[in-house]
C-alpha cells in the first residue's frame, strides 16, 4: 500500500504516503495510466532531483512489459538559457540519461524549450506555440520549488503567462548550484513554461518530498492562490493531484 491518507478538496487530491519511494511509485502509476489511456499521449516532463526515481520505476515497469512510452510525445516544463542540449547539466542532458534513451523515446517526438537560440524570446513562443498544435499536454509531471515555483515560474509569476525567458531567483541559483563545481557556472535565466500552459495540461501530479518543501507544500494548498506562491494556481484546475511523503506533507493542518 503506497499511500497512508487521501484528502480530497473539490478537484483536488492530496495523497500521503509514508516515505518517498512509495510517493514516487504512486507518480508512476500516474504516468503508467496515462500512457494506458493513449500509447500515444502527450507528458509533461519535469526535471530535478525529485522525479529521478519516478523515471527509474517507469523504465522497471516498461523493461518487465508493464507500460509502454516508446510511442509517447513528450514535452519539458524548462531549460537553462545558455546551456545547449549536449552540456551535461543542461535538462535535455538528464532527460535522455534519465528517460529518453533508456525508454527507447523517438527523439523527433521528445521536446524541450530551446536553452540557445539566436532570439531566444521568439524560440520560446515557438514552443507555446508547439505545443498548442499537439492540442495541449495530457498529463503533466511537477516538481515545487523552497519557494513555491512550478516549472521556473517564480514568485510574481502571472496565473495566465505563457513559455517565455525569465530571471532566477537567488533561491532558485543557490538550489541549482548544487548540480553545478562552480557558483559562476550556475545559469541565471531559464525558458519555462507558463503557469498559464501548465493550467492547460488536461491532469497535473505534483511530487514534494522531504522537509525543505513543508512550506511551499502548505502556502500552495493551504492559502488562496496568489502571486506569492506560484503553485497556489494549481487550486484552479480542474483535475491536480500532489504526492507527498510524510515529510513535505508536514506543514498541512490535517
Ligand atoms: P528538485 O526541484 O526536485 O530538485 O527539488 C524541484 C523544483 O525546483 O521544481
Known amino acids: 500500500m503506497n499511500v497512508s491518507r487521501i484528502i480530497r478538496r473539490g478537484n483536488l487530491t492530496i495523497c500521503i504516503c509514508d516515505n518517498a519511494a512509495a510517493a514516487a511509485a504512486v507518480v508512476a502509476d500516474h504516468a503508467c495510466n496515462a500512457i494506458l489511456d493513449d ?14 526515481p519516478v523515471y527509474e520505476m517507469l ?20 531549460e537553462y538559457v545558455g546551456l545547449s542540449p549536449e552540456h551535461p547539466q543542461s ?19 521528445t521536446h524541450l524549450p530551446p536553452g540557445i537560440a539566436d532570439d531566444i524570446e521568439a524560440a520560446a513562443r515557438d514552443y507555446e506555440d508547439l505545443i498548442e498544435r499537439h492540442s495541449g499536454i495530457d498529463w503533466q509531471l511537477l516538481g515545487i520549488g523552497n519557494n513555491g515555483h512550478i516549472a521556473f515560474n517564480e514568485p510574481g509569476s502571472l496565473p495566465n503567462s505563457r513559455t517565455r525567458v525569465v530571471n532566477l531567483t537567488q533561491d532558485t541559483v543557490n538550489a541549482n548550484s548544487r548540480f553545478f563545481e562552480a557558483d559562476e557556472e550556475v545559469p541565471r535565466r531559464a525558458v519555462t513554461m507558463g503557469i498559464g500552459t501548465i493550467l492547460r495540461a488536461r491532469a497535473i501530479t505534483l511530487l514534494a518530498v522531504g522537509p525543505n518543501k513543508a512550506g511551499a507544500v502548505a502556502a500552495a494548498l493551504e492559502r488562496k492562490p496568489s502571486l506569492e506562491c506560484p503553485a497556489s494556481w494549481l487550486q484552479q484546475h480542474a483535475d491536480v493531484t500532489f504526492v507527498l511523503d510524510d515529510a513535505a506533507a508536514g506543514g498541512l493542518c490535517r
Open 39 to 52: 500509447p500515444k499521449a502527450k507528458l509533461g516532463l519535469a526535471t530535478g532531483g525529485t522525479p529521478v
Open 59 to 78: 523504465l522497471e515497469r516498461q523493461s518487465k512489459g508493464l507500460a509502454d512510452f516508446r510511442n509517447a510525445t513528450t514535452f519539458n516544463l524548462d
Open 91 to 109: 535538462f535535455a542532458a538528464y532527460m535522455r540519461d534519465n528517460f529518453f534513451t533508456p525508454a527507447e523515446l523517438n527523439p523527433d517526438r
